[in-house]
């Protein structure tokens, strides 16, 4: 779903279809997928296993629709995953029960990661580092901070009400929830606010921005900030599915993430893109996974289909965009 | 950034381990004994309490360590060693990472004529003496375990660590032998979950979906898949009819044995095997003889002993 408003076609049926690959391919490809797993597997349609990959998608969800922001603006965020660990090993040490209200842990995790993601944005913006050596020394720091707060080992003895977080309500599991809420509010932000626009617009031309008046440093800045924050709700939902905070979680998480903001149409070089097509690759990620398990498909085999299924969709994805 | 961060950790590291033992030096003849450590992974919580006991015990005995963290990689280990054999440390002591790739660390200290003591895990060269454990031995017991209590009928689904590492192969031995002697036993389904907690969770609501009336039982190579299976399992409300067994005996574990969640675990004695390390080294060190292989037996963790265990609850382990 490229994102700047195409011109109406009015002409041949060819053009037509080929709009609408262009805006649905995405789509296609994901009800190709579904359709094929629910032959293969009749378990793979039943409402308890699609609400089940609905959960599993949720925390890598939240993470790429942080950092589709972040690549819109034409940069990247490779801290995502430690950000993730620490912020997650953080909230669980102000969750033992007993000690704090369920507020105090969830502010202080969310309050770590925008911190984070705030140092990311200065690095990138006033120190003029490149987003992706900055943000990979924010991998590195962020992983050994959070070995440093947990002395290496789980943080556990968890709250129950914490690990409430990661169950259901009225059926629904509450991370589901939670992603539809932070990609309402960042697709709301992207397509109705100001600094939105400013977002695509700086990553479509810096130069062009900043000649036209826009404070390109705070846009960045807020990208990078919201992603981070966004990581840190990521590492608060983790740590209560795993009931614990965990130093060695997240790792790679960040490549997810990215992946699934590329499966969803956004241009790696910034200014193209939606948060409704992160979404969707999101959930493409995560039924293949599920799939796959369902399928009893080796750990060896899961690796190999997955890289070519994530190629193949862009493929798929960019080619119908380039066609008719 | 990795690499730079870990130079300058090095290079502080080595400026606080080469001076310190210079300092007695200059008072008399008796400086202490160092001994260098290279080990696996300082990020795992297994490691950690190896390392904790090997520094309570060298205080104990008025020896120096210096202790590096190869993470995970042997490349890494071997570079520590080559450093340790330059500085001229006392004894050496190995927490492999790799059983061929660390090999090399053990071959050059021995070339070097300085003694070298393999801890946890093996390599594929004899170093001068070993403490650990038979991990083949951790997984017969869970798996003797399951049999027992399926009456030695039923299907059950194996997680294991990452594929190909030491741990996960032995343990993978381990529960196959069992399962050859109990044709009952059906192995349903296996799968890596990377030794995390995280993709356990992940995995076990995936073969809740697709087995999930027909598990009687779950082996996880290590505690923490163990507890992410457990999770999985108490969200399905399924646990009253799946049995849910894994190793190491981590804190957590423990906990979960003795509230009745978790069915059972197997306690490796990280404080044992990282005493009993730097005891040997101090020995070497002193040119005196020793034991070429201490092995030290793992135990099975239920509700009926986890009393026992609940103290020293510090010992997980997760290659």
Redesign the interface.
Known sequence: MPCPPEPETTASLAAVVGGWLRRFGLVLALALIVAALGLAKPNFLTSSNLINVARQISINGILAVGVTLVLLTGGVDLSLGSLVALTGVIAASFAHPGDFFLVVPLFMGIAAGTACGAINGAVVTRGGVPPFIATLGMMTIARGLAQVLSGGRPVSNMNPDMTRIAGDVAGIPIPVVILACVALAAWAILANTRIGRHIYAVGGNENAARASGIHVCRVKMFAYTFCGGLAGLAGIVLAARIATGQPNAGIAYELDAIAAVVIGGTSLSGGVGSVGGTVLGALLMGVINNGLDLLDVSSYYQQIIKGMIIIGAVWFDRRNARGS | ??TC?LSIALSLCFAAGCHKPSEPDKTAGSRPLVIGVSLMN????Y??SLNDAMAAEAKKSGLQLIVNDAQRSPEKQVQQVETFIAEKVDAIILNPCEVEASSPAVDKALAAGIPIVNVNSETQSQPTAFVGSHDEESARLALEYIAGRLQGKGEIVIM?GY?GQAAQIKRDRGAREVLAKHPGLHLL?E??AEW???KA???M???L??HGERISAVFAQND?MA??AL?AIE?AKKKDQIIVVGVDA???AI?AVKNGRLDATVFQDAAGQGGIAVQLASRLAKKQAVQRETCIPFQLVTKDNVDKFVKSA?TPRAP
Request: glycine share 6%; hydrophobic share 45%.
């Open positions: 950034m990795k961060l300082m990020a795992n919580e490691i950690v294991h594929m389904a799968q890596t995390d907690r995280a969770v992940t995995l609501e995936n073969w979906q697709t923490e507890m992410g999770l969200q981590i804190g957590d906990q510090t």
